[in-house]
Each structure stands twice: as structure tokens, then as C-alpha cells.
């Protein structure tokens, strides 16, 4: 364990040196390359904003008009079968959109089952095996330019519909129910 801390402490330090003195031996200004990388990050960061502001405005609006709460009352007799508790229903519905509303919903029902009932496994679990979908399409498909996101969301959809019950049944399996 001790290791660990040290090579920890160490890493990037190394990793500054490693790439400074790489630079250095094939002859590269690196500090001007990284000014130049730092603008088009700023020009990015320009680009993608009104994607993120509409995308997190959609949010709120699914949130607070209740569509949420409709939609996990649809989802439940699926979600039963599969073993899917109600309790984890809205991180499941919720996290392919938000990971910060997703993060504060977790907290919640953390706060209410606890960290070590299955429910708060489940979406401990859940958390972090399912993405933020529609934010990491914004961002990386709309930093370069990429419209045409048909065939990216439907593998993206059903990879995280397979982590959420992939969730459930390894919580299942190695905790109980």
C-alpha cells in the first residue's frame, strides 16, 4: 500500500518531466504548443456551449414537468421483471442525460436506504457503469462537427440499458437481495 502512495505522489510530476524532455530531444517548443492546444480548447469550448445549454434547459424542463415521474410509472412492470427496484428507476431513466442530477438523486437515495442496502449497491453500481450519453454525445460530436448521431445513440442506448441490468443482477449475485 505503501507503494502506491508514493508512486501516486510521483506520477505527475514524471509525467510533466517525461513529456517536457521528450519535447526537448525531438526539438519541440512545447510550451507553444500548448498555448496553441489551450486556444482551440477555448474555440471548442465556444462551440459546444449552445448544445449544452439547450441539453441542460431539456433537463430541467423533463424534470420539473413531472414527465419523469410519468415515464418511471410507465417503465415499472418492465422494470419488475428484470429485477429492476422502483427505487432506481429515475437514476436509470435520468443518468443517459445528466450526470450531476444523476450524482444528486444517488445522494438521495443513499441518504434514505443507505450506502449498504441493495438498493443503495444498485445505484452505486449503476452510477458507475452507465454514461451521461446525450452530454458526451453533445460534447465530442459536437466539437467537431458531427450531426448524424443515429447509429452512436441506438449502441449507446442499449449499452446502458444492459449496464442497468447488468447492475441489478452482479448487486443480485454477489450481495443479495
Known amino acids: 500500500m505503501e507503494i502506491i502512495k508514493v508512486l501516486s505522489a510521483y506520477a505527475l ?30 474555440s471548442t469550448t465556444v462551440r459546444i456551449i449552445p448544445t449544452l445549454v439547450g441539453l441542460m434547459v431539456a433537463i430541467g424542463v423533463f424534470r420539473a414537468s413531472g414527465a419523469l415521474d410519468l415515464l418511471v410509472y410507465a417503465v415499472k412492470p418492465a422494470a419488475y421483471v428484470l429485477g429492476i427496484p422502483p427505487e432506481a428507476l429515475p437514476l436509470a431513466l435520468l443518468r443517459p442525460f445528466s450526470g450531476s442530477a444523476s450524482l444528486a438523486l444517488v445522494s438521495d437515495i443513499i441518504k434514505v436506504y443507505g450506502a449498504d442496502s441493495f438498493i443503495g449497491r444498485v445505484v452505486s453500481t449503476m452510477m ?47 450481495f443479495g437481495r
Not at 15 to 42: Q, W
Open 13 to 42: 510530476p514524471v509525467m510533466f518531466l517525461l513529456i517536457l524532455s521528450t519535447g526537448a530531444y525531438k526539438g519541440i517548443r512545447v510550451y507553444d504548443v500548448f498555448v496553441e492546444g489551450a486556444k482551440e480548447g477555448i
Open 128 to 174: 458507475g457503469s452507465t454514461e451521461t450519453i446525450f452530454y458526451t454525445l453533445a460534447v465530442y460530436f459536437g466539437s467537431v462537427g458531427i450531426r448524424n448521431i443515429r447509429y452512436t445513440l441506438a449502441a449507446a442506448l442499449i449499452a446502458d440499458a444492459v449496464s442497468v441490468v447488468a447492475s441489478v443482477w452482479i448487486c443480485t449475485a454477489v
